[in-house]
């Protein structure tokens, strides 16, 4: 019985490490939804700080990242980077992000990302700041940004830097 189980679960680790969606350490859950890595960077009280993670929906059903709440910054704001001739801009998204169905999103440097405007305390290496992602849904989840240099291992590098 004991012998079955294991194989069972040696089959399952086997056929999670092959595909992209495998769960990792410090990875959130949410139904259908899988937050990855979540991370942000060094900053000063009083300046802006970002969010960065990837989003999965294995779900069958398109879902909206809403808005963020913290405690930790006077507001959050979901920002979408992008170069145009050279210069990068930021762009408000107001009516959130789409996750589609059986799609991810990554939120990364150049690209989307959480603005924490106004930090309320310093970010250090090696804190945590705890976010709330809302859907559209209505559903939330809280995470924790892992602050830290550079990104995670597994996820895009850096396409390009921004500075507030
Ligand atoms: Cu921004």
Redo the contacts with the bound molecule.
Sequence with gaps: MSRLFAIALTAILAASAATPTSTWAGDYKLGALTIRQPWSRPAQAGM?G?GFFTVVNAGKTPVTLKSVETSAAGKV?I?Q?STANGVMR?RRQDNGVVIPAGGQVAFAPGGY?L?LLSLKTAQAQGQKVPVTLVFGDGRKVQIDLAVQLVPPSGQAAPAGE?H?
Excluded: A, G, K, W
């Design positions: 802006n970002v704001e920002h980077s930021m990302h603005m921004h507030h």
